[in-house]
C-alpha cells in the first residue's frame, strides 16, 4: 500500500486564462485552487499536442527521448492516419509502470497511449481507424479486456460512440466505480468535452466555457469518489491541463508546394499522396514537421517554406532537437496564430479559408494547438490539492515535464532513469519525504 494515493485528472486544453478568468463559473475548481497549490502557468512542450504533452507529463520526459513526437504516425495514403496509441511506443519509462513495479495499484480512463500498457484498470484510449473495425473491437483489445466488458455494461449506455459531451460522462462514471471498489493508489483520468469544443466553436466560446463547467462538475464527482471509498485523507489530487488553443481561420497546405515542385506525388481524386515522398509535411495543427528521404537541398527548401503566407518561424532539425522535437526532422515549421497547418494535397490553393459549412468534418476547425509553447497567452496550468500538498499557494511557473518527477516524489516513487523536468518547488509541504 502507498503512503498516498494519487488521482490525476486532464482537462484536454485547460489553460491558465480558464482559472484565470472564469474562477466564479467554476465553484469546484475553485475550491481546490483555495485549498491547494495552483501551478498558475506551466508551459508546454514542442509541440504542443494532446498525445505527446501527455506523455511528457507521466514520463517527465520531452518527445525527443518518450518518442510520441505527434498525435498521428506519417502514414501519407490514408486521410486519417493511426494515432500513437500503443505502450509500446513510449520509450521512456511512464509513472504508471514505475508505480505498478513498486508493487502499487494503478487504473487508467482514455490516458493517451497507454494500449496494451500493463495498468491494472484500464480504458485505453483508441477509435476505429478503419471502416472495419469497430470501437468495442478495438478497445477489447488495448483495454483490460474483463474491465472494459465490466464497465461497458454498466455505464455504457451513457455513451454516445466517442462523441461529447457523453463520452466523458462515460468514463467519469466509469472513474468513480473503479476508485470506490478497486481504490487503485494511482489514478489517471482523461476528459476530452472542452478540447472537442474549442475545436468545433472557438477557444472562448460558450460552448467550451460550458464544457468547462461540466468539468468543474465531474472533477467533483470523482473527488466525491474518494470520500464514499474511505481514501479520501490519503489522497492526492491534481486537476492540470495539456495545452491551450488558438483561433484559427485559415489553413495552409504545405504537401500541395511540395507536389508542384515534384517532391512528392499527390493520389488522384484525393487529399492524400503516395509513398514515394521525398519531401512531405507532417501536421501537428500550429507547427508541422518537414522530414527529407535522399538528397533534397534545405536551404532551398528553407526558402519555399519561408515564403509561404502563414509561416511565422522555422527552426532547422537540430534547433528541433535542442526544443524536445523529433530528431527525425529535416525543419519544424510554425505557423502565425490563426493559421494552421493540413497533411491535404489537391485543394483550391496552399493557404486556403475554412469554410464554415465545413466545420466538424476532417481536419476543419475555428480553433487548434500544436504550436510552439511559446505563444503569448498559451500557458496550461494545474491545481495540486490533498494532505501531501501545500495549502493556499501559488508557484508562477513550471514546465509540464515537471509534473511526472512532482507525482513521483508524492507518491515516494523514482524514476528509473534522470527526468528532464525537476520537482516543482514549494507544492508539497516539507515534512513529505
Ligand atoms: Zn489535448
Known amino acids: 500500500m502507498a503512503l498516498h494515493k494519487l488521482v490525476v485528472i486532464s482537462l484536454d486544453s485547460m489553460g491558465f486564462r480558464d482559472l484565470d478568468e472564469f474562477r466564479e463559473f467554476i465553484p469546484h475548481l475553485d475550491q481546490l485552487i483555495k485549498r491547494g497549490t495552483w501551478v498558475k502557468r506551466v508551459r508546454g512542450i514542442f509541440p504542443t499536442l494532446t498525445y505527446p504533452s501527455h506523455t511528457s507529463i507521466i514520463t517527465g520526459q520531452y518527445p525527443a527521448i518518450h518518442g510520441i513526437v505527434n498525435n498521428t504516425k506519417i502514414q501519407p495514403q490514408r486521410e486519417s492516419p493511426d494515432w500513437y496509441w500503443y505502450r509500446k511506443d513510449v520509450k521512456a519509462m511512464p509513472l504508471y509502470d514505475v508505480a505498478r513495479e513498486a508493487g502499487l495499484t494503478t487504473a487508467a480512463f482514455l490516458w493517451p497511449v497507454t494500449a496494451g500498457s500493463k495498468i491494472n484498470y484500464n480504458l485505453a484510449e483508441i477509435f476505429p481507424n478503419r471502416i472495419w473495425t469497430n470501437q468495442v473491437l478495438v478497445s477489447l483489445k488495448a483495454s483490460s479486456p474483463l474491465f472494459l466488458y465490466q464497465m461497458n455494461h454498466r455505464y455504457g449506455k451513457l455513451r454516445r460512440g466517442i462523441k461529447q459531451p457523453w463520452l466523458d460522462d462515460f468514463v467519469t462514471a466509469c472513474a468513480v466505480d473503479t476508485i470506490k471498489n478497486k481504490r487503485p493508489d494511482l489514478t489517471l483520468i482523461h476528459l476530452v468535452d472542452m478540447d472537442s469544443m474549442r475545436h468545433r466553436n472557438g477557444v472562448r466560446s460558450p460552448q467550451a466555457k460550458a464544457a468547462l463547467q461540466r468539468l468543474d462538475r465531474r472533477v467533483a464527482k470523482i473527488i466525491q469518489a ?11 489530487f491534481v486537476i492540470l491541463g495539456d495545452h491551450y488553443q488558438i483561433n484559427v481561420d485559415k489553413m495552409i497546405h504545405l504537401n500541395m508546394a511540395f507536389a508542384k515542385q515534384g517532391l512528392l506525388t499527390p493520389i488522384k481524386g484525393k487529399s492524400t499522396y503516395k509513398n514515394n515522398w521525398r519531401v512531405t509535411a507532417k501536421t501537428c495543427d500550429g507547427e ?3 522530414y527529407t ?10 526558402q519555399l517554406i519561408a515564403g509561404v503566407e502563414g509561416v511565422e518561424r522555422i527552426y532547422s532539425g537540430a534547433e528541433a532537437v535542442k526544443l524536445g522535437a523529433d530528431p527525425k526532422c529535416s525543419f519544424l515549421v510554425e505557423a502565425k496564430p490563426g493559421y494552421y497547418f493540413t497533411d491535404e494535397v489537391n485543394r483550391p490553393a496552399i493557404v486556403e479559408k475554412v469554410d464554415p459549412g465545413s466545420l466538424g468534418t476532417h481536419d476543419r476547425y475555428r480553433a487548434v494547438h500544436g504550436y510552439g509553447p511559446n505563444q503569448p497567452n498559451y500557458f496550461t496550468t494545474a491545481i495540486f490539492v490533498g494532505p ?4 493556499g499557494k501559488e508557484v508562477e511557473t513550471a514546465h509540464l515535464v515537471d509534473e511526472g518527477p512532482t507525482f513521483a516524489k508524492i507518491l515516494g516513487l523514482h524514476y528509473p532513469a534522470p527526468t528532464a523536468g525537476q520537482v516543482i518547488p514549494g507544492v508539497i509541504k516539507s515534512e513529505v519525504k
Do not use: H, M, P
Open 226 to 236: 474518494s470520500r464514499d471509498a474511505g481514501t479520501y485523507d490519503d489522497t492526492d
Open 288 to 290: 508541422t514537421y518537414i
Open 293 to 302: 528521404k535522399g538528397y533534397v537541398d534545405l536551404n532551398k527548401l528553407k
Open 388 to 391: 501531501s500538498i501545500n495549502q
